[in-house]
């Protein structure tokens, strides 16, 4: 029963895997040779080109401020007590528990339509707000693993708190820093709901790019894209596994 349920959810990815190094102009299983001239295809579309740097672009900007906004509510959220902390913590949370549909749909009736605001900054506030979840999560369950008495410990030494903050609580806490960034970073790479509302023209991510290409191509370059990207995930994953541990979310459960 394991063997088959592994088989029913890898079984999909294999194929495509398998189907990226067809030589046809058509996605045929299994395939009639093999080739790699879809691969090298990937990088002769200037649209793929062109919405990848848009991609990691929006990724890493994003992320960036993501970081300046949820690293100090992760904090404030683990180290305080105040009013309206739990309600504070659900508008934070929030973002991965709306459907992206519904979430990208607002996100383009108030940003885009109300407010005219131009594509790629509404499509950057986009990711922002998916990545916030991801950071404030990760790095509260850091903060939770330290013990708050080596800050006491350095305040009672003379440390205040702005200091102590950067030199016994960011050292101790990076590794979730670097695992929620890379989630954060991963989320906003491949999101499709979110970025679908909130693309025009010009300013496209990589998976919508790849759906349009998909409406009027049927060959296997985009099986092909589909393989790099899983390898991307991949190595992604591995980084973040190595970095924090698999056993730090099971903690943070």
């Known amino acids: 029963m394991t063997f088959l349920v592994y088989f029913f ?3 999909p990815l294999l194929i495509i895997i398998v189907v990226s190094f067809g030589p046809d102009r058509y996605l045929a299983f299994p395939p009639n040779g093999f080739s790699l001239k879809w691969y090298s295809n990937i990088f002769e579309v200037s649209m793929f080109m062109t919405t990848f740097k848009i991609s990691i672009t929006i990724a890493l900007l994003g992320n960036f401020i993501a970081l300046l906004l949820g690293l ?3 904090y404030a959220l ?17 973002p991965i528990l709306i459907p992206g549909i519904v979430l990208g749909f607002t996100l383009l009736k108030f940003l885009i339509i109300s407010y005219n605001i131009p594509m790629f900054t509404g499509l950057l506030i986009g990711h922002i707000i998916l990545m916030i979840p991801y950071i404030v999560r990760v790095i509260s369950s850091s903060l939770a693993n330290l013990d708050f008495s080596i800050e006491e410990a350095a305040m009672s030494l003379g440390a205040n708190r702005f200091k102590t903050f950067f030199i016994i609580v960011l050292p101790n806490i990076h590794s979730g820093i670097i695992a ?4 954060s970073f991963l989320e906003s790479f491949n999101t499709v ?10 300013i496209s991510t990589l998976p919508i790019q790849m759906l349009n290409y998909v409406e009027y191509n049927f060959d296997p370059t985009i099986a092909a894209m589909s393989v790099l990207l899983m390898v991307f995930t991949v190595i992604f994953m591995f980084v973040i596994e190595r970095t924090l541990g698999l056993t730090f979310f099971t ?3």
């Open 180 to 183: 929620g960034v890379l989630l």
């Open 78 to 94: 683990s180290r305080y007590n105040f009013r309206f902390k739990n309600t504070l913590n659900a508008i934070f949370i929030s």
């Open 9 to 11: 959810l890898l079984g």
């Open 193 to 202: 709901d979110v970025s679908l509302f909130l693309s025009g023209p010009g």
């Open 72 to 74: 100090p509510a992760a």
């Open 251 to 253: 903690k943070s459960r």
